[in-house]
């Protein structure tokens, strides 16, 4: 009974937010508690999953190993979204940048973003997933617009349509897949183990035309190239926050649904099939930030080409099957956290210089330790330096690949060495550049530095050391979806 209540959570936080008038405080109440809640919820289910295998309640919500990896990590970097989103929006108050109507409009934003993340990941059904995702693109919009400037405008509207058209293209692809248990099960709500149970049915030619639908159209959404186009833009101009959501958990939210929709495609006509496609766009995706990294002017773009790198690592882990899709597994884990504290250092650079162009920062290790600290620490993990697990999950997912696929791991370890090389110029001149003799020594306050140290220490632990149960929980996951 306790499944749902992750999804009602956050609705009736954005009701009651709705409610609040005058006071940003009780808004910042609700958000801390609806995000501890959420976070509980997520641990008792990951912790039931680990113990009966799945839990289920029944008809309508499931979480099995695979879900409940996305859960636990999206309810862990929501918890820290949410608190960095308290001091972020306390300091751009204290600045009359925004005032009280603004911050209960991103709240009541915030939990029907949330709410709708969770539904996606739980619910059994390909359809109410679909609307799930939809639904998350439209509470992000008007995050995205939240500065209501001309290039956030722009931006929120690129996002809204480019994902749009994706999206429906995955739910013509969605309809595909379904109508032959539709029409022959008189089953009037097929979930994912109907679907699965009755794989016979589909035709192997419809079912490859339905996957390649649904590739474009969730890849739109995961951020693969070159469906990417909307990411750098909605991504540089959202509150820090949601740049690290959008990034941290919805990416992988849209990953998940790729492959949901990959173990039917496998049972219906071999794995060959979707292998391919996707270390085909899982190559492109990482060759295109490869040399736009490298003349990048804006550190918010900067991190999220490197979103649009990582899916494309993850998504041929996942083609290379094997070991790979454990690396790309625990890769999903690793870059969340990581890159969600790139974002929130971001966010802190921002309210000290009042920029996101690189050249207009200087001196971050100077003029802020902490957040300087956390922002080396945070690249040298994004790109793999031993021993950070990245290192180890992009060792996993290309060793899988050498045999069959030498060339393409050849290939992707040349684009690799050309992002560090890009990344760590442009961090360099951010962090260890001489300040300005004007600017101060300190940090905004500490529910801007808490959630990233929260996340970084995380990371750290999982990388040195990864509990049984998380491994425990990713095994399972593997043979769920290389089965």
Known sequence: ?????????????????????????????????????????????????????????????????????????????????????????????????????????????????????????????????????????????????????????????????????GLLLGFLGTIVFLSPVLNLTEDKFVNWFTLNTHVSLLSPDLTKIAFIFILIGYGTKAGLAPMHTWLPDAHSKAPPPISALLSGALLNIAMMAILRFKIVTDAAVGNYFSQNLLIFFGVISIAIPAFIIIVQKNYKRLFAYSSIEHMGIMAIGFGFGGIGTFGALLHMIYHSLTKSVLFFSAGNIFLKYSSTRIANVKGVLSSMPTTGIVLLIGFLAIIGMPPFGIFITEFYILSSGITKFPLVVGLILILLILIFVGFLKHIVDIAFSQKEESMNKDEANIFTIFPAIFLLVLFIFTSLYLPQPLKSLIDTAVTLLNK
């Open 1 to 165: 009974m306790l499944l749902p209540f992750i999804v009602i959570i956050p609705l009736l936080g954005a009701i009651i937010s709705a409610t609040v008038r005058k006071n940003t405080y009780p808004l910042q109440v609700i958000i801390s508690v609806t995000a501890c809640l959420e976070l509980i919820i997520a641990i008792i289910a990951t912790a039931n999953v680990l113990i009966n295998k799945s839990y289920f309640f029944d008809p309508f919500f499931s979480v099995d190993a695979f879900s409940a990896i996305i859960l636990l990590v999206t309810a862990t970097v929501s918890f820290a979204a949410s608190f960095y989103s308290i001091g972020y929006l306390k300091e751009e108050v204290k600045k009359d940048i925004i005032g009280f109507h603004r911050v209960k409009e991103y709240f009541v934003l915030l939990h029907l973003f949330l709410g709708s993340m969770f539904l996606a990941i739980i619910t059994v059904s390909p359809i109410v997933m679909w609307v799930a995702v939809e639904a998350t693109t439209l509470s992000t919009a008007f995050l995205i617009s939240f500065y209501s400037k001309l290039s956030s405008m722009e931006a929120a509207w690129k996002y809204l349509i480019v994902n749009s058209i």
